[in-house]
């Protein structure tokens, strides 16, 4: 995001974000700073919703969940960079490549020329010692011309292996920026880019497509009793349950916090709560208990919410009625499903 507000606006939100940065003990760190004015402009109401919900909670805000907010919300630029250094790196390969074949092509022409040479030098009457020179002759340029092979071959393979090396860290790259760092599960922006996906394959082709987001109940307490490291192996838990339930060509994100999501392509709405149910019902059996001591920390439960794609719908559109969905279902018990027409019911009867 690009921010473009004038000096003393500027001014002021610096002053804002330095002033929480300092409240809440925060390093002043390039990262630190960009995260704090993005909140203090309240231009990224995601990011600012996961700083608040930080707020909230005495000890939240430590330097492994500023880096965590930073590479999901800020971290762009410098994948952007490491493309552009992969890039001229494979460019200079690709030159130096050309360079070898060119290089090549010229010792092919000069050995061509000189096998001719040599040619009408043996056609003509030089006796025994003409023909042992011209003999002699190939024979240096035949050699000269494998040994150039020999290396050319070489160079190739070099090129080849620096080029295959190149885009697997290119891939890899790309892979852990699409990656939440603590869960190891999609992250925000590789929801960004299923949800545009899926609604466009949806749209054009008719087939249903379904989108569940889903929070762990009471997490804040559960964080306030046991800790926040407890409280990422909580997290780490869901999104491996989330990850193991779904299908090929599904999604399990980490949308933010201690939400989560669910795209669901090729589902209709009772496929979808099917799967929620299945999520909802595996996590609550889980029995959380503290690695070292052994001690039962309880269990953990989910609430739900499915919305179904209707033409015409962006994604936010989806998320919010999801979301609405995943509200009631908090304010009427917690630990359950609830599916949007569910909630169209509850609200047409009054």
């Avoid at 309240?42 to 608040?52: C, H, I, Q, T």
Wanted: net charge negative; with cysteine.
């Amino acid at each position: 995001m690009e921010f473009s507000e004038g000096l003393a606006e500027a001014m002021e939100f610096a002053q804002s974000a330095l002033a929480l940065m300092e409240s809440n003990s925060v390093p002043p760190t390039p990262e630190n700073f960009a995260i704090w004015y993005a909140h203090a402009t309240g231009r990224m109401p995601d990011l600012s919703k996961e700083v608040a919900a930080l707020l909230d909670q005495p000890g939240a805000i430590t330097p492994e969940r500023n880096r965590e907010i930073y590479e999901r919300y800020l971290g762009g630029p410098p994948d952007d960079l490491i493309v552009q250094r992969t890039g001229a790196r494979m460019e200079e390969e690709i030159a130096g490549l050309l360079s070898v074949i060119s290089s090549a092509t010229g010792d092919a022409e000069n050995f061509q020329t000189s096998i001719q040479e040599n040619l009408r030098d043996l056609t003509k009457d030089q006796g025994f010692e003409g023909i042992t020179r011209a003999m002699k002759s190939l024979v240096d340029e035949a050699q000269k011309m494998q040994s150039s092979n020999s290396e050319m071959q070489r160079r190739l393979e070099a090129s080849s292996k620096e080029i295959v090396s190149l885009r697997e860290n290119l891939a890899e790259v790309q892979r852990e920026a699409l990656t939440d760092g603590l869960t190891g599960i999609a992250n925000r922006k590789m929801f960004d880019m299923t949800m545009d996906r899926a609604i466009e394959t949806a749209a054009r082709t008719g087939e249903p497509f379904c989108l569940a987001m889903t929070d762990i109940d009471f997490f804040k307490k559960f964080n306030d009793n046991y800790g926040h490291q407890t409280g990422d192996q909580v997290l780490k838990l869901v999104a491996k349950i989330l990850e193991g339930s779904v299908r090929d060509g599904e999604t399990a994100a980490r949308y933010g916090g201690e939400e989560f999501a669910l795209i669901l392509p090729g589902s209709k709405l009772d496929e979808a709560h099917v799967v929620c149910e299945r999520v909802r019902e595996l996590v609550s059996s889980k029995q959380i208990r503290n690695r070292s001591t052994g001690e039962s920390m309880g269990n953990i439960t989910l609430s739900l919410g499915i919305a179904l794609f209707k033409p015409g719908d962006s994604p936010t559109d989806l998320v919010q009625r999801a979301d609405a969905g995943l509200y009631f279902a908090k304010q009427h018990g917690r630990n359950q499903t609830v599916v949007e027409t569910q909630l169209e019911a509850e609200v047409a009867a009054g």
